[in-house]
């Protein structure tokens, strides 16, 4: 959430200092992620009492801002770079997070083998 709401910030600053850094798409994708980002700490709540549906939406937001994140990064000319940078430090915190909530769905699962 911090990376997200960081991001905004930064793209309010380069607004007035150098504006094509600043894009429609940039902001765009800022919004978005920002929008994700407190959903995250939302279902990370509901998760912590146990709730598997919210382990599973945990699992399925982390998984949209990975994909989303990876493909804009990846695609040229499309968003500044100060922006890809960001892009992949956010795929990369979703990936370790997805690791972590496989782990902790499969978890039960091993607790019930014979």
């Known amino acids: 959430m911090v990376l997200a709401a960081g991001t905004i910030v930064a793209l309010i600053t380069l607004e007035g200092a150098a504006r094509h850094l600043a894009t429609k798409e940039a902001w765009g994708h800022a919004v978005i992620v920002l929008v994700f980002a407190v959903l995250l700490p939302l279902r990370l709540r509901a998760a912590r009492r146990g709730r598997a549906d919210a382990l ?17 990064a990846a695609l040229p000319h499309a968003f500044p770079g100060w ?32």
């Open 56 to 72: 599973r939406a945990l699992a399925i937001i982390a998984s949209a801002l990975l994909v989303v994140n990876a493909v804009e």
């Open 83 to 114: 922006m890809r940078v960001e892009m992949v430090v956010i795929a990369v915190l979703m990936a370790v997070l997805i690791s972590m909530l496989v782990r902790r769905i499969r978890q039960p699962l091993a607790g019930n083998l014979p």
